[in-house]
């Protein structure tokens, strides 16, 4: 089955600065590629998704691209702000059982200092 | 708006205890789905379901079932509860075409 690494485990920046998480996924066959913020206490919730067809996706601070090649996807946060500060998941598609089974990456801790 | 509940926040339960969790969505959602969370673990997903009384495995089954007797309703069951479930466990539903997951707020549980 499909295997979702997410790197690093924690980052810190400065308020201003870039963030970028990086996740890896063992299966080509998988066609979708989400991203999940979850705030301390609160359920995660997608912030941008990305599909196989497309190599990058912006929506304003937040972007992801997609290498299908290497088998990597990244999350990219330009002008970070406090409020970015939250655990934000990776996760792909298995696309070989046709169900809309995600595997999750263990989570990135991303903390921006004011 | 989407909204996903669960039956408790907070749950303590002793060893050996058959333990429910209830998850009710009301966007009329084909699939549903039950996950675990532990810290640096990430999301891992117990079983999920694709219709009404259909399950699947997910990737930790073992000391879970789950039922899904009405559309809107997904249950998952513990049925001899143990130390190493104490842990924090997420409900999540999807539409059948789009690949959006949407979540609960979890119950967290304790098994002493």
């Known amino acids: 089955g499909e295997n979702v690494e997410q790197h690093p485990s924690t980052l810190s920046v400065q308020e201003g600065d870039s963030a970028v998480i990086k996740c890896t996924y063992s299966d080509s066959a998988s066609n979708y590629f989400p991203w999940y913020k979850q705030e301390l206490g609160k359920r995660p919730q997608l912030i941008i998704d990305?599909?196989?067809?497309?190599g990058e996706k912006k929506d304003q601070r937040i972007a992801v691209t997609l290498n299908k090649t290497a088998k990597h996807f990244s999350l990219h946060i330009t002008e970070t702000q406090p409020e970015d500060s939250a655990v934000y998941f990776c996760?792909?598609?298995?696309?070989?059982?046709?169900?809309?089974?995600?595997?999750f990456g263990t989570g990135t801790r991303l903390l921006v200092s004011p | 708006d989407v909204k996903v509940t669960q039956s408790s926040r907070y749950l303590v339960k002793r060893t050996g205890e058959k333990v429910f969790l209830e998850c009710v969505q009301d966007m009329d959602h084909e699939n549903m789905f039950w996950y675990r969370q532990d810290p640096g673990l990430g999301l891992r997903l117990i079983y999920f379901?694709?219709?009404?009384?259909?399950?699947e495995k997910g990737d930790i089954p073992e000391g879970y079932s789950v039922s899904r007797e009405k559309k809107e309703r997904f249950s998952l069951i513990l049925e001899s509860a143990s130390t190493n479930q104490t842990s924090m466990y997420l409900c999540?539903?999807?539409?059948?075409?789009?690949?959006?997951?949407?979540f609960g707020p979890g119950t967290r549980l304790t098994v002493l």
């Open positions: 379901s694709y219709d009404v009384k259909m399950k």
């Open positions: 996760a792909a598609k298995e696309a070989r059982t046709g169900f809309q089974k995600l595997v």
């Open positions: 999540a539903s999807s539409p059948r075409g789009p690949d959006t997951q949407y």
């Open positions: 990305i599909r196989s067809n497309v």
